[in-house]
């Protein structure tokens, strides 16, 4: 739209609103800056009328169009809402304008949406699920405080539901009616949406009902989901990367254990991380801070726990690895994956793709390498880079590629090696350290060879048996900030 348009005042200064490259800038009259029609400028006259003090001098404001969240033209008045970054309890703001009567700006409207959302489709319909008893209980604080009105400023339909018990969120994905949102939004830990994949997996139209896109809201003891797809647990900033963001493919495993499958989207680990994963659920109420507390118990203890482990490794040479993974990230520089809302095709998608290496009680594929460990002191696979909002255990680690990244160390380690390597985790130097075996893989069979112990995948326990697992590339869908993951690799 480049017609101007313009409101006569009422009361304080005439103010001038345009859209200028990918900001919104809101200007009293008396000050005009320098036009310049060759920019696609966009601009109108208007009168700040509630401003919080009425009789104040109106600052000019310059704000980014990423941050602005809706634009609306109702009674004659324009209304432009966005984010407050630094206020997660007022999270919102919005600024209003009388228009002269009879005054038309639905044109100016159209093209604030325009250029806040671009390509990213707007007013989206989203089921909410929110876990109570995830991390320090305040899932239901966070959605209330800080998402529920970013999404409502964005236009958004929010249909809330919070759990009632383990298992619920599975069970309501299992049977929703998938046509009625474009999103399923876990306000939790990583538990939560482990619980969803696996409720929409159950499904007669699990290929298509998993394209729905799951967005993931930090209010767990365990959300390293959210820091690897946002590049933070701040609520306000992951609101806003959900509204503004896109859909993304990701890989998804099959997880075989006895007679049973179930999926993974995050993480398996045995040995010192499962154990403060499930082993330290007393100390739930520490939040984040319960498996650094485990973790060093651990390695001051020099625990060991024996396994078998067969890996089917595509490349464990950690230069090839950290090489591939520049080349890949140079080339998505600036590239933005997927925008759509749904990406299924109905007629085809139906239900699991087959196994390609079957299942725990089939024989290992000749192709894997099977090894004993009577030292492990910690073996991790993961699909995502961070494993907590400030442990990036796989830095490698991309969406999409049909590869997880596995990890292990031995437990007998000395305990200031062992130490040296764990705290190195933070800057994700434990990559090249001599202790950290690390390789990229498309399928893996642990067997524990103790009794008792834990077995974790995506922050759950699982039965202490031998389990498998292997990748489905771009089998899920979630919704990235910018359809990339974010490591301490990453530029
Ligand atoms: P955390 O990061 O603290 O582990 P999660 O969101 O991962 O938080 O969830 C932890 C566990 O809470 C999951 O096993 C989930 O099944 C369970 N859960 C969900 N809703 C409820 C509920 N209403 N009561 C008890 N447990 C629940
Ligand atoms: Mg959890």
Not at 40 to 61: I, Y
């Amino acid at each position: 739209m480049s017609a101007r348009q313009s409101f006569s005042g009422i009361h304080n200064a005439r103010i001038h609103c345009s859209i200028e490259n990918d900001e919104l800038r809101i200007y009293p009259a008396s000050e005009p800056p320098e036009i310049d029609l060759r920019h696609n400028r966009m601009s109108l006259d208007g009168v700040l009328q509630n401003c919080c003090s009425p009789s104040a001098p109106f600052r000019a404001r310059v704000l980014s169009l990423y941050d602005v969240l809706s634009a609306s033209f109702v009674d004659q008045r324009l209304s432009i809402s966005c984010v407050r970054r630094k206020n997660s309890k007022k999270p919102v703001k919005t600024y209003v304008f009388d228009a002269q009567p009879n005054e038309d700006c639905q044109g100016f409207v159209k093209s604030i949406w325009a250029a806040a959302y671009r390509s990213t489709p707007t007013k989206k319909r989203v089921k909410v699920l929110l876990n109570p008893f995830g991390g320090s209980g305040k899932a239901k604080a966070i959605w209330n405080d800080t998402i529920c009105p970013i999404f409502n400023a964005a236009h958004y339909v929010s249909d809330v539901q919070e759990t009632q018990h383990s298992g619920h969120a599975a069970e309501i994905a299992e049977s929703m009616q998938l046509d009625k949102y474009d999103i399923i939004a876990c306000v939790s830990g990583d538990g939560l949406p482990h619980e969803v994949i696996n409720g929409l997996s159950r499904r007669e139209d699990a290929g298509r009902a998993l394209k729905v896109p799951i967005a993931f809201i930090p209010a767990g003891s365990g959300n390293g989901s959210s820091k690897s797809i946002y590049d933070t647990n701040k609520h306000v900033e992951c609101a806003l990367s959900i509204v503004k963001g896109v859909v993304t493919p990701i890989d998804l495993m099959s997880m075989t254990q006895g007679g049973r499958r179930f999926m993974s989207y995050f993480s398996t680990s045995y040995g010192v991380i499962a154990d403060c994963d499930v082993g330290t659920e007393h100390l739930r109420w520490m939040g984040e801070l319960r498996f650094t507390v485990g973790v060093v118990q651990r390695i001051f203890q020099r625990t060991c726990y024996p396994c078998t482990l067969s890996l089917s490794v595509i490349s464990d040479d950690k230069d090839s690895i950290r090489r591939e993974f520049h080349a890949r990230n140079a080339a998505k520089q600036g590239k933005i994956a997927g925008n759509t809302h749904h990406d299924f095709d109905v007629s085809k998608e139906t239900g699991l793709p087959a196994l390609r290496y079957g299942s725990v009680n089939d024989p290992v594929p000749d192709t894997w390498t099977t090894t004993h460990y009577p030292k492990m002191g910690t073996f991790y696979a993961g699909l995502m880079p961070y494993m907590s909002s400030t442990t990036c255990f796989f830095p490698t680690s991309t969406p999409a590629t049909g590869l997880m990244d596995v990890m292990h160390m031995q437990g007998n380690l000395p305990f200031f090696s062992a130490l040296n390597t764990v705290v190195s985790v933070e800057k994700a130097d434990h990559f090249n350290s001599k202790y950290c075996y690390y390789a990229k893989c498309d399928a893996f069979r642990l067997t524990p060879e103790q009794h008792t112990g834990h077995i974790s995948v995506d922050g759950e326990s699982v039965a202490f048996q031998a389990i498998q697992g292997e990748v489905h590339q771009g089998l899920g869908r979630i919704i990235t900030k910018n359809g990339q993951f974010f490591s301490e690799f990453s530029e």
